[in-house]
Structure formats: C-alpha cells, structure tokens
C-alpha cells in the first residue's frame, strides 16, 4: 500500500480528481508526467462545466485517460464511435426514447444524466489519442445539430469546440494515411509496433485496415520468427 512520503508517478495520460484527492491525503511525493494535450482537454472540459456545458467526449468509457478527463467534467456523455454520435445528436434535435438513451450510454455518463434537459448546451472534447479525422466528424455533426435545433444566431450558446487533438497522435495518424493514400498499389503489408493495451497503435492498425492493407499489430521484435516466416500478432 501507498504510504507518507513515497514517491508516485502520474502516467501520460493523468489521474482522477478522485486519485489526486487520494494522493494528497496520503502524503506522497507527486512527480506528474501528465502529458500537456490531455490537460488540455481537463482545461477543455473544466470551461464546459463552468458554462454548464454538458461535455460530449469523443473517447472509450473505461480507457485511464478518459477515466480521468470525465472526472473534470461536471456532467457529461462519452461516445465511442460515429454511430454512437448520431444517436445522440438525433436525441439532441429530436428528443427520442429517455430510457433506450439511458441503457446505452449507461458506463458512459454521468451520475443522474438527464438527456430532455443536460444536452441544450453542449462542448466537445476527445481522448487524445482517438482518430483524430473522426474527433473532427464528431464536432461538425454536434455543429450541425445545435444549428438545427437553436438556430445559427444562437451557436455560440450552445455550442462549445477546442482543438485538443494531440500533436504526437495527429503527426503519427497523418504519416499512416499518407504511407496509406494509395492502397496496395504501394504498399504489401504495414507491420505496426506498439503495446497492446494501446489506444494510439490499435488507431494506427485500423488505418491500414480501411485501405484493405494486410497488417500486423505486435509489440516487440520477439513477435516475428524468421525460420518459419510467421508473425504473431
């Protein structure tokens, strides 16, 4: 257990208010290597909630970095996909099934979220390291929704954006969709190294993925065997 005075290292992507909390009551020695793009966000979400913006992540619900980029938000929805963002903003312009809502984002919300009252003002902000092409669909649509609903007069009070797309994640993801642009017609197979609990690398897999180019996702050398010219992965 974790005692007065011990040292304890934040990760990149941050801590909870709940962790941080816990930390200090303890007494322990903070080094913090919270990556500056994901305070970014916390900064993104904490305005949201001083404007009672509802804050829309663009993330995984049980990912650490969007564990902690919702304990900055007062109220707030993570979706996880692009369909995930249509229903909601469909629910947004026309109210819909409170229930059904309910059930499908129930890991992803926060506690007593109300969708006929908490989405009339809404921001969005994004685990960092999601595809960033889809974080900017997502915030073109929510636009879109909250022009549909309150008119283009009133987008500014309803409608909150930042860019807190991470330079590392966008450098790496537009190098992949260049080395990508033109299918197999370059490329035979794309060999993507990276843990395999890593939200980043499975993004980069899934860009080759959609230009049907065979690849591989490992983790270390180990993981291909000359001899037999096989790839674990």
Request: proline fraction near 3%.
């Amino acid at each position: 257990p974790i005692k007065e005075n011990d040292v304890v290292l934040l990760p990149a992507f941050g801590a909870s208010v709940h962790e941080m909390k816990e930390l200090s009551e303890k007494g322990v020695q903070i080094v913090d290597t919270t990556c500056p793009w994901v305070s970014k966000v916390w900064n993104a979400v904490d305005k949201h909630a001083r404007k009672e913006c509802t804050s829309i992540i663009h993330g995984k619900w049980q990912h650490e970095e969007t564990v902690a980029t919702a304990s900055f938000a007062k109220r707030y929805v993570i979706v996880k996909n692009i369909p995930e963002a249509e229903y909601l903003c469909d629910y947004l312009i026309n109210g819909g099934n409170k229930e059904e809502f309910l059930a499908k984002f129930k890991n992803a919300m926060s506690e007593d979220f109300d969708p006929d009252t908490m989405l009339q003002r809404v921001g969005l902000a994004n685990q960092t390291t999601m595809l960033k092409g889809e974080t900017e669909q997502i915030g073109k649509m929510l636009e879109k929704a909250v022009l549909m609903k309150f008119g283009p007069d009133k987008i500014n009070e309803h409608f909150m954006i930042m860019d807190t797309i991470c330079d590392a994640t966008q450098e790496r993801q537009d190098a992949m969709y260049k080395l990508t642009e033109n299918g197999t017609k370059d490329v035979d197979m794309i060999l993507v190294v990276g843990g395999f609990n890593s939200s980043n690398t499975s993004h980069l897999q899934e860009i080759a993925e959609h230009k049907n180019i065979p690849s591989f996702w490992i983790d270390s050398a180990a993981r291909i065997n000359v001899q037999t010219n096989q790839v674990l992965h």
